[in-house]
C-alpha cells in the first residue's frame, strides 16, 4: 500500500456504499457526534487528552454495525477503544450505542483506515488492534484489494507497543491462510497459537457468525503480538 500521491495509488480494500441511515443513527450522529467523533486530521492525535485520561488504546478498523466493539468497549471500561470506519450507517449505529450504552471509552474515525494510522496514531503507542472479517475479495483477480497485505501488517505493527496484539478473524479460508503468511513474515511480530486461535471471550459473536456456524461455517482466529 502506497501513497496516495504520485504515480502509483493506492488500491482502496473497500467501496463506498449508498446505505440507508436510519432515523436512529441520524440523532445519534447529530447528537453523539459532536463528543466521540473524532475529525481525521494528518497529525498525531494525543489519544490520552481525546478520552481524557492516559489508559490503554485499542484501534478496531471496519467495524460495521459496531455491535462487538460497544459490546467489548462496555464489558472492558479501562481500556479506550478508537473505531474506524468509513460507511455513514455503522458511524451512526455505533454512536447510537454509545448513546445507550452510555459508553465513556469509545471515540469514532469517519476515515480511511490506513492513512489514519499512517498519520494520526503515533509508533509504539497501541495496546491492540483488532481487524474482524474484512471483506474478502473472493475472486482471485480482486485479492490484491484485501486489505491484509504486508505493507499495512508492517504499519499495524510499527503502531503497537511492545507486548501490543493483533486480533484478525475472517470466515474464508484462503483469506486465513493469507493472513497467516503475511502476519507470520513480519519480524516484529510473533503468533501466539500453533497457527490460529479459539475465539477469544474479547471478540464477541455477531449474528452473522452465528448463523454461519449454525450452517457449519469456519471461523478462522489469529493473534499476534509485538515482540
Not at 59 to 65: D, K, N, S
Not at 92 to 105: F, M, P, S, Y
Amino acid at each position: 500500500m502506497t501513497s496516495d500521491t504520485g504515480a502509483h495509488p493506492r488500491i482502496r480494500s473497500y467501496v463506498l456504499r449508498a446505505g440507508r441511515v436510519g432515523s436512529g443513527q441520524a440523532r445519534a450522529l447529530a447528537e453523539i457526534g459532536p463528543r466521540c467523533l473524532l475529525p481525521y486530521r494528518p497529525q498525531v492525535a494525543d489519544l490520552d487528552a481525546v478520552f481524557g485520561r492516559a489508559a490503554p488504546k485499542v484501534l478496531e478498523i471496519g467495524f460495521g454495525m459496531g455491535e462487538g466493539l460497544a459490546e467489548t468497549a462496555a464489558a472492558y471500561p479501562d481500556t479506550d477503544f478508537l473505531g474506524v470506519e468509513v460507511h455513514t450507517p455503522g458511524v451512526g449505529a455505533l454512536l447510537k450505542q454509545i448513546g445507550e450504552r452510555e459508553l465513556a471509552n469509545v471515540r469514532v474515525i469517519q476515515h480511511d483506515a490506513v492513512e489514519v494510522l499512517e498519520h494520526m496514531i503515533a509508533p509504539s503507542s497501541l495496546a491492540g488492534v483488532r481487524i474482524f472479517f474484512p471483506d474478502p475479495w473472493h475472486k482471485k483477480r480482486h485479492h490484491k484489494r484485501r486489505l491484509i497485505q504486508p505493507p499495512l501488517v508492517a504499519l499495524l505493527a510499527s503502531r503497537l507497543a511492545p507486548g501490543g496484539f493483533v486480533h484478525l478473524a475472517t470466515d474464508w479460508q484462503d483469506y486465513a491462510e493469507q493472513m497467516l503468511a503475511v502476519l507470520s513474515a513480519e519480524p516484529l511480530l510473533a503468533n501466539t497459537g500453533t497457527d490460529y486461535v479459539p475465539r477469544p471471550d474479547t471478540r464477541p459473536l455477531t449474528k452473522f457468525e452465528q448463523r454461519g456456524i449454525r450452517l457449519g461455517h469456519g471461523v478462522w482466529d489469529l493473534i499476534f503480538r509485538r515482540v
